[in-house]
């Protein structure tokens, strides 16, 4: 059974730093990431690092935000640099377990965000 555990959401001013940790247990993860979403707006993926591959990042945190994961520990972590007001939003840790050709994502509960300017 995969479970996630995320922390480290919560208040900042703009150009400010915020840390958010995803620590996740059940199985070997093939991605793990970063999505958010903001008040009347979709979900979008924030960031990603595959098992081994390149780390992936939306445009808009390029240069601020950075991705990683601690394999013993299972823990994908996402270091929010210069935040800004655009920035606020919930949140969530996805985690991926891949069978061959299939995939399973899962999802964290939330982290809310909110970046005053």
Excluded: H
Aim: charged letters at 15%.
């Amino acid at each position: 059974q995969v479970r996630l555990m995320e922390s480290g959401g919560g208040f900042v001013q703009a150009g400010g730093s915020l840390r958010l940790s995803c620590a996740a247990s059940g199985s070997i993860f093939s991605v793990m990431g970063w999505y958010r979403q903001a008040p009347g707006k979709q979900r979008e993926l924030v960031a990603a690092i595959p098992n081994g591959g390149n780390t992936m990042y939306a445009d808009s945190v390029k240069g601020r935000f950075t991705i990683s994961r601690d394999n013993v520990e299972n823990t994908v972590y996402l270091q929010m640099n210069s935040v800004k007001p655009e920035d606020t939003a919930v949140y969530f840790c996805n985690v991926r377990v891949t069978r061959g050709s299939i995939y399973f994502d899962y999802w964290g509960q939330g982290t809310q965000v909110t970046v005053s300017s």
